[in-house]
């Protein structure tokens, strides 16, 4: 086996771990028949091969995938699309992968030049992480914020104050919303705010997505795995809530954009919080350290009038054995860093760490 197609081979057999621990069977099944084609030079290997010098870091086996669910929703899969929720199919372990490789080898073209579309889900499950970083870092204080999102793609999770939470068995928010995010928990978890006060809500992206194009709400949808229809009607429902005041994403590197905002005054009594998930292992790692020097110089100007928090939602440094994400608040003055969660990536268990 060449070196090329070994490293795409570990690729999908990493991804294929992930949608195992993450509870995607249907992916499960479909990415295995994907890594067997590429092991033997087909037509996913044909598809995929261009990407094979950084496949990890271009995430090919998910941008392949939702290429395939774009081609779903829009209907031009019939015979797939009876085995994905998404669109109100069952899977049949017998006759999927048949159907999947059908659907890749009439559309390959399409799906070559869907690889150059990003991975952005911003999954709105994790707004309750988010939302729970936002409660760490104003421990009880009432004051109001200036939320700050990184990666933020179509900025859904900028709009975590108008979801409805239920902390096993611990509500928050508004229980009008159409987005419902359910959580099982152990440990001590922050105390919530009564109400938050965001008196500023922005994000950043290098590609971000204009939630009201429908164009858009189709890549982002695509990205959600099809047998997880949970997940996907809550996109749906976040979608409906940012095209009645949609959030502000700026196309801009995130250290330059970020720097850029923390130049801007700030009132006293709000605490600026910047916040992202499930982006930093994509960002260059020049602009790794450079969002670092960043924060940490915004920190060394915080005061107790006008704070500063850094809310981190991303993969371990040390996996647990759950293989769950930290969720890591950092707040200045003092600027000491807290992993105060272990979390599923989707926001399905939280395991509070205190």
């Known amino acids: 086996m060449s070196d090329t197609k070994r490293r795409l081979v570990e690729v999908f057999e990493r ?13 499960v099944q479909l990415l295995t028949v994907a890594r067997d084609d590429i092991a033997r030079s087909g037509i996913v290997h044909d598809i995929v091969r261009d990407a094979a010098d950084d496949p990890l870091a271009a995430a090919v086996s998910l941008r392949l995938m939702a290429g395939v669910h774009r081609l779903v929703l829009m209907g031009l899969a019939e015979r797939l ?10 899977p049949d372990p017998a ?3 048949e159907d999947f490789m059908d659907v890749v080898a009439a559309h390959p073209g399409y799906l070559r030049d869907g690889l150059r579309v990003a991975p952005q889900t911003n999954d709105v499950g994790r ?23 990184l990666g933020s793609a179509g900025g859904l999770n900028l709009l975590l104050d108008r979801y409805r939470y239920d902390f096993d068995g611990t ?32 994000g950043c992206d290098v590609n971000p997505m204009d939630i009201t194009d429908p164009e858009a709400q189709l890549r982002l949808l695509s990205f959600i795995w099809p047998d997880q229809a949970e997940r996907f ?20 590197d995130a250290a330059e954009w970020l720097a850029a905002r923390l130049d801007e005054p700030t009132p006293p009594n709000v605490m600026t919080v910047v916040q992202h998930s499930v982006m930093w292992q994509y960002l260059p790692a020049t602009t790794q350290d450079d969002l670092r020097s960043v924060i940490g110089s915004a920190g060394e100007g915080a005061t107790r009038r006008r704070p ?34 272990d979390a599923h990536a989707h926001g399905r268990w939280i395991d509070w760490t205190g």
């Open 15 to 27: 991804q294929i771990g992930w949608c195992e621990a993450l509870g995607s069977p249907l992916y």
């Open 81 to 90: 699309a009876s085995h994905y929720p998404s669109v109100g199919g069952t």
């Open 95 to 97: 006759t999927v992968g």
């Open 127 to 149: 707004s309750a992480l988010l939302l729970a970083g936002l409660a760490s870092a104003l421990d009880g204080r009432r004051m109001k914020v200036r939320l700050l999102g």
């Open 171 to 202: 509500p928050w928010g508004d229980p009008t919303s159409p987005v419902r995010i359910a959580t099982t928990s152990k440990g001590s978890m922050p105390k919530l705010p009564g109400s938050l006060r965001i008196v500023e809500r922005r």
């Open 233 to 252: 009607a809550r996109t749906r429902g976040a979608i409906s809530l940012a095209q009645v005041d949609p959030p502000i994403v700026d196309r801009a």
């Open 308 to 341: 500063f928090a850094h809310v981190s939602f991303e993969p371990s440094r040390a996996p647990t054995e759950r293989g769950g994400l930290d969720l890591t608040v950092t707040v200045w003055p003092h600027g000491v860093p807290a992993v105060i969660a």
